[in-house]
């Protein structure tokens, strides 16, 4: 998932994209630091959010060169704390999916990307930017390659995901996992060593005497 971000302020930018690539969801910031350069670009297709800072928010040239380029992804705008409100009646009208005012944290402009992302779900987990899981298609990919889960697979890999980077216990994988059954530990054991073979490692690390935890680590 790649996000375009044009921020001047290099501190924030930084914060941002720091932040952003610690969440769960790995994501690829391109980013800009001065408004020429996205003058520059020829197409914005590629893009799945636009964060922009732009030095006249009001006027829709900017806007209508990304839609006319092939930039169709919900647009972001981040506007300077001093800006004045009659401005805001005009950034209405031009439609804006979110508008953020300085000064922000970097968590709160997370969740707003996460939800025009579409991806404030528990199905789509990322690894790397390469490397993900889909729960939905019980799909693993591996850049080019594609992995398929059985049910009690992918179920297992969508809890640890999910508590990533926090470890589950057996209790919890017999509860999430094997519902109204009440599966041995050898049997749990069994089940992440079939997943684990099918994986790239290390993927999921065991504790002992506690339960398991997936390692969310980007060299994978």
């Not at 992918?154 to 599966?183: G, M, N, R």
């Amino acid at each position: 998932m790649r996000i375009l971000l044009l921020e001047p302020d290099r501190a924030l930018a930084m914060d941002m994209i720091r932040y952003l690539n610690e969440c769960r969801l790995k994501m690829e910031i391109h980013w800009l630091e001065k408004e020429e350069e996205l003058t520059q670009m020829e197409s914005f297709s590629d893009y799945s959010l636009f964060v922009l800072n732009l030095s006249e928010p009001t006027n829709p040239c900017t806007m209508r060169r990304i839609r006319s380029r092939g930039g169709y992804a919900p647009l972001m705008l981040i506007l300077e704390a001093g800006i004045d409100r009659s401005a805001f009646k005009t950034l209405y009208y031009l439609s804006y999916d979110d508008i953020m005012v300085k000064n922000f944290l970097p968590e709160e402009i997370t969740f707003k990307i996460y939800k025009l992302c579409n991806v404030w779900n528990d199905d789509l987990f990322f690894i790397s930017n390469h490397v993900y899981f889909d729960f939905r298609k019980s799909r693993f990919c591996n850049k080019k390659e594609e992995i398929y889960l059985g049910k009690k697979e992918a179920l297992l890999l969508q809890i640890l995901l999910l508590k990533a980077p926090h470890w589950v216990s057996h209790e919890e994988i017999a509860c999430f996992v094997y519902s109204d059954e009440i599966p041995s530990e050898e049997r749990i054991r069994s089940l992440v060593r079939q997943l684990r073979s099918k994986l790239p490692s290390p993927l999921i690390e065991c504790i002992k005497g506690e339960g398991y935890r997936a390692i969310m680590c980007s060299s994978i």
